[in-house]
T-cell receptor
Framework: QKEVEQNSGPLSVPEGAIASLNCTYSDRGSQSFFWYRQYSGKSPELIMFIYSNGDKEDGRFTAQLNKASQYVSLLIRDSQPSDSATYLCAAGGGNTPLVFGKGTRLSVIA | ETGVTQTPRHLVMGMTNKKSLKCEQHLGHNAMYWYKQSAKKPLELMFVYNFKEQTENNSVPSRFSPECPNSSHLFLHLHTLQPEDSALYLC????????????????FGPGTRLLVL
C-alpha cells in the first residue's frame, strides 16, 4: 500500500513567522512531489512541485526533498493569515495514480 | 480557472432521487478522476478513468455509477444515496495516469457540494 503521511495539525504560527509542513512517503519509486493548497470549501490548487533532491524556491514558498529519507517539506516564509488553509502533499511517478496525503491544516494568527 | 469544470456546483437531493454530476476538462488530458471529500476528512479516490477505460474502483458502493463517454467528459450518476454521502465531490484530470512531472499532475475542478436529505 503506497502511502503519503502528513501530520493533520492544526499547525498554528504567528503572522510573519516561517511555517514548516512535513510529509513522508512509502514508495521509493515515487519520483515527483507536489504541494496543493486547499481553502475551506474549495478545491485543491497546485502551488509547488519538486523532483530533485534539495531545495526549490518560488516566492515565499520553498519545497525540500530528501529521497534517501523519503521526506518532503514545504516552508512558507513571512506567513500571512491568507496562507491559512489545508496543505496536501502528493507523490507521483510510480505505476499508480498520484497518491495524496491527508493534509495538514495551517492557521496563521494575526 | 484550471480548465476543469463541474456542474452543478451545489446539489440537494432526497434519498430516492436520481441525479448526475458532470465534469468536463478542456486540457486534452487522458485521465480523469472522481474524489469524495467529507467535512474535515481527507480526499478519497473513488474512480479513475484512463483513455475512457475505468482503471480503478476503490470499493465504492453501487449507488455511485461513473460514466466516461470520451476523454473530455466524466459523469457520476447518483441514486438512492444516504445522508452520509453528503460531501464535496471533486473531479480532476491529468495528462496521463502516471504522474512524473509538473505537466502530468492532476488539476481539480471546483467541486460539487452535495447534500443528501
Amino acid at each position: 500500500q503506497k502511502e503519503v503521511e502528513q501530520n493533520s495539525g492544526p499547525l498554528s504560527v504567528p503572522e510573519g513567522a516561517i511555517a514548516s509542513l512535513n510529509c513522508t512517503y512509502s514508495d521509493r519509486g515515487s519520483q515527483s512531489f507536489f504541494w496543493y493548497r486547499q481553502y475551506s470549501g474549495k478545491s485543491p490548487e497546485l502551488i509547488m512541485f519538486i523532483y530533485s533532491n534539495g531545495d526549490k524556491e518560488d516566492g515565499r514558498f520553498t519545497a525540500q526533498l530528501n529521497k534517501a529519507s523519503q521526506y518532503v517539506s514545504l516552508l512558507i516564509r513571512d506567513s500571512q493569515p491568507s496562507d491559512s488553509a489545508t496543505y496536501l502533499c502528493a507523490a507521483g511517478g510510480g505505476n499508480t495514480p498520484l497518491v495524496f496525503g491527508k493534509g495538514t491544516r495551517l492557521s496563521v494568527i494575526a | 480557472e484550471t480548465g476543469v469544470t463541474q456542474t452543478p456546483r451545489h446539489l440537494v437531493m432526497g434519498m430516492t432521487n436520481k441525479k448526475s454530476l458532470k465534469c468536463e476538462q478542456h486540457l486534452g488530458h487522458n485521465a480523469m478522476y472522481w474524489y469524495k471529500q467529507s467535512a474535515k476528512k481527507p480526499l478519497e479516490l473513488m474512480f479513475v478513468y484512463n483513455f475512457k477505460e475505468q482503471t480503478e474502483n476503490n470499493s465504492v458502493p453501487s449507488r455511485f455509477s461513473p460514466e466516461c463517454p470520451n476523454s473530455s467528459h466524466l459523469f457520476l450518476h447518483l441514486h438512492t444515496l444516504q445522508p452520509e454521502d453528503s460531501a464535496l465531490y471533486l473531479c480532476a484530470s491529468s495528462q496521463d495516469l502516471v504522474v512524473r512531472d509538473l505537466q502530468e499532475t492532476q488539476y481539480f475542478g471546483p467541486g460539487t457540494r452535495l447534500l443528501v436529505l
